[in-house]
Nanobody
Framework: VQLVESGGGSVQVGGSLRLSCVAS????????IGWGRQAPEKEREGVAV???????VYPDSVKGRFTISRDNAKNSLYLELNSLQPEDTAIYYC????????????WGQGTQVTVS
């Protein structure tokens, strides 16, 4: 299984980004998927989960600003980030196959998002 993220970058406060993740070796249409992030000197935290019937869950820190989605035909998942704040600066990782409590079986390598 391989997950490859793209779309990270530097953005001003209040800006937006769209992260993409292409999966290979696993059909995401049958998987619970998600995104996590890790800021410097902090533990990785989950920021979005989308189950197999497309119910999404977000922590309060990003609720209303981030949106997770999937395109099964492209075997890809996405994370729309809006109203970005400096505290959103982190490496963002896509993930598939939920293990509960924001844990996943497979993770991507990450893409950097910097907000200033």
């Amino acid at each position: 299984v391989q997950l490859v993220e793209s779309g990270g970058g530097s953005v001003q406060v209040g800006g937006s980004l769209r992260l993409s993740c292409v999966a290979s070796g696993y059909r995401i249409s049958t998987a619970c998927i998600g995104w996590g992030r890790q800021a410097p000197e902090k533990e990785r935290e989950g920021v979005a989960v989308l189950n197999t019937i497309n119910n999404a869950v977000y922590p309060d820190s990003v609720k209303g600003r981030f949106t997770i989605s999937r395109d099964n035909a492209k075997n890809s998942l996405y994370l729309e980030l809006n109203s970005l704040q400096p505290e959103d600066t982190a490496i963002y990782y896509c993930a598939i196959v939920c293990l509960g409590n924001w844990r996943f079986k497979y993770w991507g390598q990450g893409t950097q998002v910097t907000v200033s």
